[in-house]
Structures are given as C-alpha cells and as structure tokens.
C-alpha cells in the first residue's frame, strides 16, 4: 500500500444516534418518536414492513429497547471521557427531535432538551472534541407519522425549520459540523425509519416516498440556509448510506442494471444535494416506479432554494458492497442480506454474521466515485463491523475480528487519499455498544467500550474497554499510519 498522511486535522471519531443509545425516551418533557414505537429483534423489518403496522406501542408484547437505550442520557459524562480517553478529535451524535419539540408541531422548545445537549456539547468541547451533529437520524415525532402522514406531508417543512433553526441558532456558535438527515437515500427501500413512512400511511407508494424527499429536499436546503445565516464557518453535509454496486460479470445486461441501481440507490439524492438540481435521469426513474410526475407538489421556489442551498460536505456511511444480477432468475440467485439493501452473494467476499459482505476495498472505490462525480469534502460518518462479542473470563473482550475490519477500510481510506480524494474524517459506528437499528438487538454490537446489557434488558450496563479501543487510541495518536 502507498504510504499517505491523513491531513493533519483529519477528523478523527465515533457516531452514535440519539434514539439508539439515549434511553430516558419519556423523560424531562420528551415526546414519543417512531424509534420509540419500534419493538426489538430479529422481527423489527417484518413488523414495520406489515400492512397493519400502525405505530401502535403494545408494552406487553413486545420489548422496546430504543426506551432504554444504553442509558446514555445520564451516563453522558462517562462515555464521553472514554470518547476522550481514546483520543477522538470529534464525536457525531444526532438531537431527538422529540426533546426539543415532543410533537413536533409546537412553536416552543422543550429548553430541558435544549439543555441537554448543551450539556453534551459542552462535555465534548471540554475534552477538546469537535461534536458533529445529524439533525434527524432515523426518528421524527410520532405525532407527525401518525396524524400528518409523515415526510409525504409537505407541512413537515415547517415543523423541521422550526427544529433546525432552534438548534442551530442555539448550538451553531459553538458546533461547526453539521448533516441534516441520515441516510437520507434509505427510503428507497425502508423508509419508515427515515420518512415516517409505513404502509398504512402510504409507505408502499412510490408516489409518497419521492414527494416525502423532495420534501426533505427542500427542509434541508433550508436547513443550510439558517447555518450559514448563524455562523458562516458551518460546514453542513448531507448524508446518505453508499454501497459500492458491482455488475455480477461482465454481461452488459448486468452493467446497464447496476448502472441503473447506482442512479437510484447511490446518486439519486446526492445528486439533488449537492448539486442543487434533479438530475438528468429523474423523469425515467419516476416512470419507473409509476410516480406521477404532474401530481408532486415541487414549486418553482422549491428549485430555486435547492439550487441555492446545496450541501457543504457529502457525509456517509460504508459498511459493505453490493452485487447486482440481472440475468439470472431468482432461484439461481444466491440473495445476502444487508445495511437496508441487499444483493446477490459475490463470491469474492465473506460476509459478517448478519450477511453483510465486508469489502475494504469498496470503500476506495466509493469514495473515488462520489470525490470524482462532485469534487466535495468526504466525511466517512459510518463504518463498523456488527458481530457478537465475547466476555471472557478475566473480563477481556478480545475483538480481533473488528480490528483487522476497521484496519483494512482505514488501509483503504489512505489509498483513496494517495488517489486525491479530500477525505475531512472517519468516525466509526456505534463506538460504544448500542442498540441495532436493524433488529433493535443489543447483541449485535460495534463498539470499542462494551456495555453490559443484553436484548432482553438484562445487564449492568457497566462500561469495560474492548482490545480495539488500545488499538483505536494507537491509530488515531499516530494519526492513522500505525495500524
Ligand atoms: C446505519 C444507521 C445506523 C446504524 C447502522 C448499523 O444504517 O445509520 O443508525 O444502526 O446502520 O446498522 P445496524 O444497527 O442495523 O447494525
């Protein structure tokens, strides 16, 4: 490999999501968000995927460990000086929007939440940590999917405005990077998690997913707006899950299908994002999946704000590559699972214990594509093995499996720097253990710190380092050349 510095104040970290570790989901004036309604295990995806999935919270059928959490609302302090102790130059985590406005359609902020994460921002900056914050990362009031149909409503707008323009008028001083969903693109294929979209509010229809983004489009044009407003150094990204997609073989009929799935999974919503306009293959893809382009609600103003507010950085997640085959039927094909989207198995690969195909080297080639295709910042906010992990008897937590992972993708992020790309950060997923957004299990786990809780609720919830937080630290004090 081609030896090559990181940049000197390359954005070294961990990601975590509010819903996912937080707990106190009914605490200090916290409404309930759709995570909240979201019952645990393997049975999460078919549960929201069902016709009858109403957002209904039964208590007594069904775990819920998004109410818990790792309880990181009042272990803050804690986690964030391991955070510290391991050298992290930042720390992105996301603001439930559900502590600022319960409902979401209220026009005055809960200022207990507001407190909150001043108090976590704060604990970061006092540990020199640059907090990076995703303004919604796969929750929304529940009141808003429930009785305005989620992000197909146009009047989310609003309501999001409100959220972005309270936070970062109250934290923008003080916080310099921001994104404003996560995994924006996910809808394509699930997105209750990001749209509040299930299929008995329209989550089925292709109609409601495109005018949900376009709506979210527009919010977050606006949200770019506002940051600049409060503090030009802002730098404010978007966020989308990349899956580096490969043709099965060289049968063009392959290559034109992988192409094709580039546009709509990979591109589609940076495309609007980054550069401001849709792009040349919308009108085909909308015919595609039965849109009626005339019934989208998307004015003039709209174009005009995309245009004009287009993001600063493309922030995203890599966790693994896809394979798309076109020409065999589907008993040939051998299906893998995955971060939301699936495959066929490319035998090239192996796979983690949840299917997902481990590839380093589809990192370099993502990242080449999106730092060639718009010439923006890169900031690799995801990235993580999801594996079980063992306590021993002398309480070691031997994770060799997630260093030699995390290991070959950092080898990789240095290829693509020698390739030119300008490369701003990486933060690992779930640095500390938290629940899955897959399958709400705590078992599956991606942390340097272990946390002692498992999918029934049972645990401590003591903090213990795992043998990848020595090697973290080590990585990120050499600035990523001693891996
Ligand atoms: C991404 C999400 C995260 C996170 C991660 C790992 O798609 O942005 O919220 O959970 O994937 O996924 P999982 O928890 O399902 O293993």
Same mark, same amino acid.
């Given at each position: 490999?081609?030896?090559?510095?990181?940049?000197?104040?390359?954005?070294?970290?961990? %990601?975590?999501?509010?819903?996912?570790?937080?707990?106190?989901?009914?605490?200090?004036?916290?409404?309930?968000?759709?995570?909240? *309604?979201?019952?645990?295990?393997?049975?999460?995806f078919p549960i929201l995927e069902s016709e009858t999935?109403?957002?209904t919270i039964d208590d007594n059928t069904y775990i819920?460990?998004?109410?818990?959490?790792?309880?990181?609302?009042?272990?803050?302090? @804690?986690?964030?000086?391991?955070?510290? @102790?391991?050298?992290?130059?930042?720390?992105?985590?996301?603001?439930?929007?559900?502590?600022?406005?319960?409902?979401?359609?209220?026009?005055?902020?809960?200022?207990?939440?507001?407190?909150?994460?001043?108090?976590? /921002?704060?604990?970061?900056?006092?540990?020199? =940590?640059?907090?990076? =914050?995703?303004?919604?990362?796969?929750?929304?009031?529940?009141?808003?999917?429930?009785?305005?149909?989620?992000? #197909?409503?146009?009047?989310?707008?609003?309501?999001?405005?409100?959220?972005?323009?309270?936070?970062?008028?109250?934290?923008?001083?003080?916080?310099?990077?921001?994104?404003?969903?996560?995994?924006?693109?996910?809808?394509?294929?699930?997105?209750?998690?990001?749209?509040?979209?299930? #299929?008995?509010?329209?989550?089925?229809?292709?109609?409601?997913?495109?005018? %949900?983004?376009?709506?979210?489009?527009?919010?977050?044009? #606006? %949200?770019?707006?506002?940051?600049?407003?409060?503090?030009?150094? =802002?730098?404010?990204?978007?966020?989308? /899950?990349?899956?580096?997609?490969?043709?099965?073989?060289?049968?063009?009929?392959?290559?034109?299908?992988?192409?094709?799935?580039?546009?709509?999974?990979?591109?589609?919503?940076?495309?609007?994002?980054?550069?401001?306009?849709?792009?040349?293959?919308?009108?085909?893809?909308? #015919?595609?999946?039965?849109?009626?382009?005339?019934?989208?609600? /998307?004015?003039? @103003?709209?174009? &005009?704000?995309?245009? *004009?507010? !287009?993001?600063?950085?493309?922030?995203?997640?890599?966790?693994?590559?896809? &394979?798309?085959?076109?020409?065999?039927?589907?008993?040939?094909?051998?299906?893998?699972?995955?971060?939301?989207?699936?495959?066929?198995?490319?035998?090239?690969?192996?796979?983690? @214990?949840?299917?997902?195909?481990?590839?380093?080297?589809?990192?370099?080639?993502?990242?080449? $594509?999106?730092?060639?295709?718009?010439?923006? !910042?890169?900031?690799?906010?995801?990235?993580?093995?999801?594996?079980?992990?063992?306590?021993?008897?002398?309480?070691?937590?031997?994770?060799?499996?997630?260093?030699?992972?995390?290991?070959?993708?950092?080898?990789?992020?240095?290829?693509?720097? &020698?390739?030119?790309?300008?490369?701003?950060?990486?933060? !690992?997923?779930?640095?500390?253990?938290?629940?899955? %957004?897959?399958?709400?299990?705590?078992?599956?786990?991606?942390?340097?710190?272990?946390?002692?809780?498992?999918? $029934?609720?049972?645990?401590?919830?003591?903090?213990?380092?795992?043998?990848?937080?020595?090697?973290?630290?080590?990585? =990120?004090?050499?600035?990523?050349?001693?891996?």
């Amino acid at each position: 490999m081609e030896k090559q510095q990181f940049k000197s104040d390359f954005l070294w970290g961990g %990601a975590t999501a509010a819903n996912q570790l937080e707990g106190a989901y009914n605490r200090d004036g916290k409404g309930l968000s759709v995570a909240d *309604a979201m019952p645990g295990g393997k049975q999460r995806f078919p549960i929201l995927e069902s016709e009858t999935f109403d957002w209904t919270i039964d208590d007594n059928t069904y775990i819920y460990p998004n109410h818990r959490g790792i309880d990181h609302y009042d272990r803050f302090k @804690e986690d964030i000086a391991l955070f510290a @102790e391991m050298g992290f130059k930042c720390y992105r985590f996301s603001i439930a929007w559900t502590r600022i406005f319960p409902n979401g359609d209220e026009t005055t902020p809960n200022e207990a939440g507001l407190k909150f994460y001043d108090d976590l /921002i704060d604990e970061c900056l006092k540990h020199s =940590i640059e907090p990076v =914050i995703t303004i919604s990362h796969y929750e929304m009031p529940l009141h808003l999917a429930k009785t305005y149909g989620g992000w #197909k409503n146009r009047q989310l707008i609003d309501f999001y405005e409100t959220f972005a323009s309270t936070v970062l008028t109250r934290f923008g001083k003080k916080v310099t990077y921001w994104m404003t969903f996560n995994e924006i693109n996910s809808a394509f294929h699930f997105p209750a998690l990001s749209q509040g979209l299930v #299929k008995s509010n329209g989550g089925g229809d292709y109609q409601n997913i495109f005018q %949900a983004w376009h709506n979210q489009f527009v919010a977050s044009s #606006k %949200a770019v707006k506002i940051a600049h407003e409060v503090n030009p150094a =802002i730098q404010i990204g978007c966020m989308i /899950i990349y899956a580096t997609t490969y043709s099965i073989d060289a049968n063009p009929t392959n290559q034109v299908a992988t192409l094709i799935q580039n546009q709509e999974f990979n591109y589609f919503c940076t495309d609007v994002q980054v550069r401001g306009e849709y792009p040349a293959y919308t009108k085909r893809t909308y #015919k595609k999946y039965g849109v009626d382009e005339q019934a989208l609600e /998307i004015t003039k @103003e709209d174009l &005009a704000l995309l245009k *004009a507010y !287009p993001v600063d950085y493309i922030g995203f997640s890599y966790y693994m590559s896809s &394979a798309v085959n076109e020409t065999m039927t589907v008993e040939e094909t051998d299906v893998v699972t995955g971060n939301l989207l699936g495959g066929v198995r490319n035998p090239f690969l192996e796979a983690s @214990e949840w299917g997902w195909q481990i590839d380093p080297d589809g990192l370099r080639i993502a990242l080449n $594509e999106l730092y060639n295709r718009y010439e923006k !910042p890169l900031f690799i906010v995801e990235n993580g093995l999801g594996a079980i992990d063992t306590v021993e008897e002398d309480g070691q937590i031997n994770d060799d499996y997630r260093i030699d992972y995390l290991r070959r993708h950092i080898e990789s992020m240095g290829e693509a720097v &020698a390739d030119g790309v300008d490369l701003m950060g990486y933060t !690992p997923w779930g640095c500390i253990d938290l629940v899955s %957004a897959s399958t709400g299990e705590m078992s599956k786990r991606y942390g340097f710190v272990y946390v002692d809780l498992d999918d $029934e609720g049972n645990g401590t919830l003591n903090r213990s380092k795992k043998k990848s937080f020595d090697w973290y630290k080590k990585v =990120i004090a050499t600035n990523g050349t001693d891996l």
